[in-house]
């Protein structure tokens, strides 16, 4: 089963982000042979499976976050959109409602950061994938980016504990959380290696860089929580940054999401401002020409691409309408098995 993936659709009016898009020359060749890698570790077993995933629009969201990227780096980067969007789905369908199960999962998962296959097939997938990420790179690069995504996983077992208790979070403890479960720290990390701007450990901890990328994240979060509400509400989900205003402020949902605007238009102007500091002569006085040209690739291939991107896929991308996924597999398929 194939579709014709399309040019990305109109972004609202006014857009509220000021970065140019961008999307890779080999999206269409990507689109076109993305579905392999999750089919060799048993997913998408069934055309309701397969039609789902496609309407994720997966090579999308990665052309335009690694627009720089093509051939099998390009691959890479959707493999690893496939793979979050698997794992929030078995989440979401069957898994995330039991701590125990979601602790048990993610332990499995994280044997991945060092490179160890479980069998379980989100945990052989992810260990591929990191396996691929890591070639060739530096090791501080290694070790900060293995952090990130242990806490991303670490972090969707708070998220099990509340739907399991039926007790939502509080505002300040869902946003505390939920800057690691958006993803965004991996995804800027591939970025690195996939834009060539990858930073030694004394640039990455730069304050102002800092700040942007933290609000990369609440942008994201903002953008992807309007979006996703319907989506959340349809399947109970009651941790939502816009649900989350109304139970804490007692607004109304429309005054919560105009809240939720507010809040996204507030992390774009803090991030802009934090970028012309770091930018100005007294911030990189101590720097030398060639780490000031990568400290600029970053901000504008790594970040910006990042918040460009995930804004257009979520109001390009028809994953938060329609039906629910397909349970994802516990384990893979005998005739499916892969030889190592």
């Avoid at 990189?284 to 780490?291: F, G, V």
Wanted: charged share 25%; proline share 7%; glycine share 6%.
């Amino acid at each position: 089963m194939s579709v014709d993936p399309g040019p990305p659709a109109p972004v609202q009016t006014p857009d509220p982000v000021p970065f140019p898009r961008r999307i890779s020359p080999d999206f269409r060749a990507a689109h076109d042979r993305h579905l392999a890698w999750p089919k060799s570790f048993g997913f998408l077993s069934s055309e309701a499976a397969e039609a789902h995933h496609l309407r994720g629009q997966f090579p999308l969201i990665a052309a335009m976050f690694y627009p720089n990227a093509t051939g099998s780096e390009l691959d890479l980067g959707v493999d690893q959109q496939s793979w979050y969007f698997l794992f929030d789905d078995a989440l979401d369908e069957e898994w995330g409602r039991s701590p125990e199960r979601v602790r048990h999962l993610v332990g499995l998962v994280k044997e991945g950061t060092s490179g160890e296959a479980s069998p379980l097939p989100l945990a052989g997938a992810f260990a591929d994938m990191r396996r691929r990420s890591c070639q060739d790179m530096p090791e501080d690069w290694i070790q900060r980016s293995a952090a990130h995504w242990s806490s991303y996983l670490d972090h969707h077992v708070h998220e099990a504990r509340s739907r399991q208790t039926g007790a939502p979070m509080s505002l300040s403890t869902y946003l505390r959380v939920r800057r690691h479960t958006i993803g965004v720290a991996p995804v800027v990390d591939l970025a690195e290696r996939l834009s060539s701007c990858v930073l030694p450990d004394h640039l990455y901890a730069l304050p102002h860089l800092s700040v942007m990328r933290e609000m990369t994240k609440t942008f994201i979060i903002c953008d992807n929580d309007i979006v996703s509400l319907e989506k959340d509400t349809a399947l109970g989900e009651r941790n939502n940054l816009v649900l989350c205003l109304e139970r804490d402020h007692g607004l109304s949902r429309a005054e919560a999401i105009d809240q939720a605007l507010c809040r996204r238009a507030e992390a774009l102007e803090l991030f802009t401002g934090a970028h012309r500091a770091l930018l100005g002569a007294t911030a990189t006085s101590h720097l030398d020409p060639a780490e000031r040209d990568l400290l600029q690739r970053y901000c504008t291939e790594a970040l910006r691409t990042t918040i460009r991107g995930a804004h257009d896929w979520h109001h390009a991308s028809t994953r938060y309408h329609g039906q629910s996924a397909p349970p994802v597999p516990l384990t893979r398929p005998r005739s499916q098995d892969r030889s190592s």
